[in-house]
């Protein structure tokens, strides 16, 4: 079993830049995949980013160019700096930890982007 701890977010002013962590804890294999997805209001969840053990890194296409995952394997930890907010980020933002299709959430941490 693995907890899925996040931290980070809070309101911003478009444009504005927010830096979400996560920390994973029990069960952890670094070999298996960790990101982030969000939900808007009346939306369904959706992937951000995620990032394999081994690094390589996919983005959602509304992330590409303004936000970057990043991890610590030997910490368990994964990171999202989003750059150039706009107000459709709003979002609660979970971590997820991926193991053999098998998916792990965090509570969520609220992204508010004014206008």
């Known amino acids: 079993q693995v907890q899925l701890v996040e931290s980070g977010g809070g309101l911003v002013q478009a444009g504005g830049s927010l830096r979400l962590s996560c920390a994973a804890s029990g069960r952890v294999f670094s070999g298996n995949n960790m990101g982030w997805y969000r939900q808007g209001p009346g939306k369904q969840r959706e992937l951000v980013a995620t990032m394999t053990g081994g690094g390589q890194a996919n983005y959602a296409e509304s992330a590409k160019g303004r936000f970057t995952i990043s991890r610590d394997n030997a910490k368990n930890t994964v990171t999202l700096q989003m750059n150039s907010l706009k107000p459709e980020d709003t979002a609660v933002y979970y971590c997820?930890?991926?193991?053999?299709?098998?998916?792990?959430w965090g509570q969520g941490t609220q992204v508010t982007v004014s206008s």
């Open positions: 997820n930890y991926r193991r053999y299709g098998f998916d792990s």
